[in-house]
């Protein structure tokens, strides 16, 4: 009776332990990111700015954000004469790090904000 009972204390054991790598690399594939597209256009973009943004670079801004992110010029413009890949690019508690007060968005979204850059600057 004994020995049974340690075979299927073994066996539930083996069972979670299984279960539980079954379910984490299901999870690794749930987190990845969506594939970056051929060519990155605003419409990639406008996701990534107003989820992060738009706290502050509202329009009207907020909380002494100098200058609204709210459509396409604005964001161009401020990615043509306002530094903001470098802003976006800048080490977690680094001065200057947009969004500011953090956290640093995904490198995934820093890269793709950049390729929308090499990319042209497409509106759509
Ligand atoms: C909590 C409010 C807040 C959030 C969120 C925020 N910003 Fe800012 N942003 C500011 C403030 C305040 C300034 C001006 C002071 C400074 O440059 O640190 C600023 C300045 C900037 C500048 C420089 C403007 C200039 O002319 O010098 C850029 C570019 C910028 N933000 C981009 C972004 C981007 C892109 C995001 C989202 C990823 C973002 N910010 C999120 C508050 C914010």
């Known amino acids: 009776m004994k020995k049974y009972f340690q075979h299927y204390l073994l066996l539930s054991i083996a069972a979670l332990l299984i279960n539980a790598c079954a379910s984490s690399s299901f999870d690794d594939i749930e987190v990845d990111e969506e594939p970056t597209p051929e060519i990155v256009t605003y419409q990639d973009v406008k996701p990534i700015i107003d ?3 738009l706290s502050c670079h509202s329009n009207p801004t907020q909380n002494g954000a100098p200058m609204p992110l709210v459509n396409y010029n604005n964001v161009k413009e401020a990615l043509l004469d306002r530094d903001l890949l ?3 690019s800048k ?5 200057g790090l947009m969004p500011l007060g953090g956290p640093r968005l995904p490198q995934s ?3 793709l904000i950049a390729k929308w850059n090499t990319d042209g600057l497409l509106e759509n």
Request: with cysteine.
């Open 91 to 95: 080490n977690e508690g680094e001065d």
């Open 86 to 88: 470098n802003k976006i």
């Open 109 to 111: 979204s820093i890269d």
């Open 51 to 53: 989820g992060t943004c």
